[in-house]
């Protein structure tokens, strides 16, 4: 069973940055596509940035491309979302994943593995 925990939420104003962390536990990840989804209030879990297991491949939500970069430490067990130029909508809770492929997964129903998540509020 691979255990995720998410950790680097906070609150934030407009234009800042967090660094948000997804340590796992049970597994190692180095064979697991990674994925980060985030979900505000009233809304459904939407994808955000994904990284293939090697870490040579990354795909972006188009609402977050050129602001945040998800990366990947095998050897920390590790993976990670920049998030900078930080705007009032991206505020949600956000979601560490992990599915066991080779591709890059994109839907939420591809990623058996969730986090608990971590709070994102970024204020205007």
């Known amino acids: 069973q691979v255990q995720l925990v998410e950790s680097g939420g906070g609150l934030v104003q407009a234009g800042g940055s967090l660094r948000l962390s997804c340590a796992a536990a049970g597994r190692t990840l180095s064979s697991y596509c990674m994925g980060w989804f985030r979900q505000a209030p009233g809304k459904e879990r939407e994808f955000v940035a994904a990284?293939?297991?090697?870490?040579?491949?990354?795909y972006y939500a188009d609402s977050v491309k050129g602001r945040f970069t998800i990366s990947r430490d095998n050897a920390k067990n590790t993976v990670y979302l920049q998030m900078n130029s930080l705007k009032p909508e991206d505020t949600a809770l956000y979601y560490c994943a992990a599915a066991l492929t080779q591709r890059v997964a994109v839907r939420t129903y591809e990623y058996p593995h969730w986090g608990q998540g971590t709070q994102v509020t970024v204020s205007s």
């Open positions: 990284i293939g297991w090697s870490g040579g491949n990354t």
